[in-house]
């Protein structure tokens, strides 16, 4: 009886035993965790090719009108004659009576200042007359100049000055009583009715010079090398806000900086700005557009890509960041987004991977994967692969990230 319990314990044993090792085969064998790389992250980058393009450089300047004039009244009177067709923007030439006044006041003074003129001639005449007199009756002892007359000759002659003088200022004023035009003009505003009494000194017409028009160009000093290299041979257009197009040339450089914003500046001329069916009108903002000539090694890259700073994020063999300075050369805004034309201060030459939106938290040495956006070539024509809208806004997220 004691037997069969302990073989019985032995067998309980023994099962549990065994099922221990079954167990333990059945076990799976743990999978060594193997920790994974942060995925690189991606930006979005143009291939560049530097190659030679014609530069132009597009600035931003303002009109202004030249010889601004304001025609005065030289007397008071009423307004006998106005010309009905001047309006503002009628276009007059040089000489053309624009407005008269009455000449009635004017010729009473001309006709007194002359009858002041005749009475001085005889005034002097009688006073020759006596010293010819007075010369045959003195002794020569009697030497004195007011006896031999002189002073009051002088005096004579002297009224006689003043009056002719008077004259001429009356004659002076009875012809500017016919306002005309002093050279060619285009009236800017009128500021008389017909009929209306005038004070002397009162604004009759605003004018301004109708053959030529200034353009003041204010150039930075980044962009003030290439001007002045471009104005040996200047090529210069002015485009206006309807997109008409005028030849420029340089009237002159202006000989000191703009006191508030320290730029050069470059004042144009424009011919005959008032002909045609769309004018160039002073006061407005226009485009300058600076013929530079052929340049080497420039490269376009989409605006997005040069920071405020002045440099460019591009990628080296190992896809890592890096900042490159570069001078900029042009911008053009037709194309798309617009791009700027650039050349890169080191190796100027050499092909690049531009990153197109650069972003400010950006690291030198920072390694990415380049998604590639297509190819652009400096060489004006050339077209490259834009991505769509979506595609954009993916990589931005990317970026950000």
Same mark, same amino acid.
């Given at each position: 009886?004691?037997f069969? +319990?302990?073989a019985?314990l032995?067998?309980?044993? #023994? ?5 221990l090792?079954?167990?333990d085969?059945?076990?799976?064998? !743990? ?6 790389? !942060? ?10 090719? =530097? ?11 303002? %009109?202004?009108?030249?010889w601004?004039?304001q025609?005065?009244v ?8 106005l010309d ?15 407005? @008269?006044?009455?000449?009635q006041?004017? +010729? ?15 005034n002097l005449q ?21 006896a031999?007359?002189?002073p009051?000759?002088?005096?004579a002659k002297a ?8 004259y001429?200022?009356?004659? +002076? ?15 800017? #505003? ?7 009494w005038?004070?002397?000194? /009162? ?24 001007v002045q290299?471009a ?5 210069? %257009? ?5 997109? %008409? ?27 005959? =700005?008032?002909?045609?069916?769309? =004018?160039?009108? !002073?006061?407005q903002p ?20 040069l920071? @405020? ?10 896809? @890592?960041l ?16 617009g /791009?700027?034309h ?23 040495g920072k /390694? ?10 400096a ?11 979506r595609?954009s806004?993916?990589?931005?997220? /990317?970026?950000? +990230?």
């Amino acid at each position: 009886m004691k037997f069969k +319990k302990i073989a019985a314990l032995a067998a309980g044993c #023994a099962a549990i035993f065994l099922a221990l090792v079954v167990v333990d085969e059945l076990a799976p064998e !743990p999978v060594p965790v193997n920790a994974s790389e !942060p995925p690189l992250p991606v930006v979005s980058v143009v291939q560049v090719t =530097p190659q030679a393009h014609q530069g132009r450089l597009q600035l931003l300047a303002t %009109t202004s009108a030249r010889w601004p004039m304001q025609l005065k009244v030289s007397s008071s009177g009423q307004l006998a004659w106005l010309d009905p067709n001047l309006e503002p923007g009628t276009l007059v030439k040089q000489g053309a009576p624009l407005a @008269r006044l009455n000449p009635q006041a004017l +010729k009473a003074n001309l006709a007194e200042a002359l009858s002041g003129v005749k009475q001085a001639e005889l005034n002097l005449q009688q006073a020759q007359h006596e010293q010819t007199v007075a010369l045959k009756m003195l002794s020569p002892n009697q030497r004195s100049d007011f006896a031999k007359r002189k002073p009051q000759v002088a005096a004579a002659k002297a009224e006689l000055s003043r009056a002719q003088q008077s004259y001429a200022s009356a004659e +002076k004023i009875l012809a500017e009583a016919t306002i005309s035009a002093p050279f060619d003009a285009v009236i800017m #505003a009128r500021h008389i009715s017909p009929g209306e009494w005038l004070e002397a000194g /009162q604004v009759t017409f605003e004018i301004a010079a109708s053959d030529s028009l200034n353009v003041a160009l204010p150039v930075s000093e980044m962009h003030w090398q290439q001007v002045q290299n471009a104005l040996t041979k200047p090529k210069l %257009t002015v485009v206006s806000r309807d997109g %008409t197009a005028w030849p420029a040339k340089v009237r002159y450089l202006s000989p000191q900086a703009d006191p508030h914003t320290r730029q050069r500046q470059v004042v144009l001329a424009v011919n005959d =700005p008032y002909s045609g069916a769309l =004018p160039l009108l !002073p006061n407005q903002p226009v485009q300058v557009q600076v013929t530079l000539g052929e340049q080497a090694n420039i490269a376009s890259v989409p605006a997005s890509a040069l920071t @405020r700073d002045g440099y460019v994020w591009t990628l080296d063999t190992d896809n @890592r960041l890096q900042q490159e300075w570069v001078s900029v050369h042009g911008q053009d805004q037709s194309k798309g987004n617009g /791009q700027v034309h650039l050349r890169f201060i080191q190796h100027p030459e050499q092909p690049r991977q531009v990153v197109r939106y650069p972003l400010v938290s950006m690291l030198a040495g920072k /390694q990415v994967a380049p998604l590639a956006d297509g190819l652009l070539f400096a060489k004006e024509g050339s077209k490259s692969a834009a991505p769509s809208d979506r595609a954009s806004l993916i990589m931005a997220k /990317q970026e950000s +990230k």
